[in-house]
């Protein structure tokens, strides 16, 4: 049986600007990696419809959830694109990455009442994810 493994420990690096580096980080959330399928059917096809995949995907976004630091700021939403590593544990003392080109496409604040503050922040992916 596999053994499942926690967060904790997990960082998240920007290879030009470096800001996220300094925000304590709540969750990481990596989503929407979808590649098109394409439908096949024609007039011939009986029961149900055919499709192939297409041959390009969409790497998706990356959703993180920061502690706010008023002292940091909030890294500007005009940035360019740069180099993006997740590093997350992976059993024991290895680790597993997912490295790619993205730039950031959303801020959130959240400022509860008597509650922690934080940042939503949205970055998109561009082009290939590697996986090691």
């Known amino acids: 049986m596999a053994i499942s493994d926690i967060g904790t420990g997990t960082t998240v690096a920007f290879g030009t600007s470096g800001t996220s580096m300094a925000y304590r980080i ?7 990696i ?7 059917s024609h007039m011939g096809t009986t029961s ?16 993180l ?10 890294p500007p939403i005009t940035s360019a694109a740069e180099t993006v590593t997740i590093t ?10 997912i ?6 496409t959303g801020i959130a604040i959240n ?7 934080t940042a939503d922040l949205t970055v998109k992916y561009s082009g290939t994810l590697t996986v090691t």
């Open 65 to 74: 959830t920061v502690h706010y630091d008023s002292a940091l700021g909030l």
């Open 111 to 117: 400022d509860p009442l008597e509650g922690l503050i």
């Open 88 to 97: 997350m544990p992976a059993g024991g003392t290895s680790t597993h990455t």
């Open 48 to 63: 149900a419809h055919t499709f192939m995949p297409g041959d390009l995907y969409d790497a998706g976004e990356l959703k």
């Open 26 to 32: 709540e969750s990481v959330n990596l989503d929407g």
């Open 34 to 40: 979808s590649r098109a399928s394409i439908q096949t």
């Open 99 to 104: 490295v790619g080109s993205g730039f950031l």
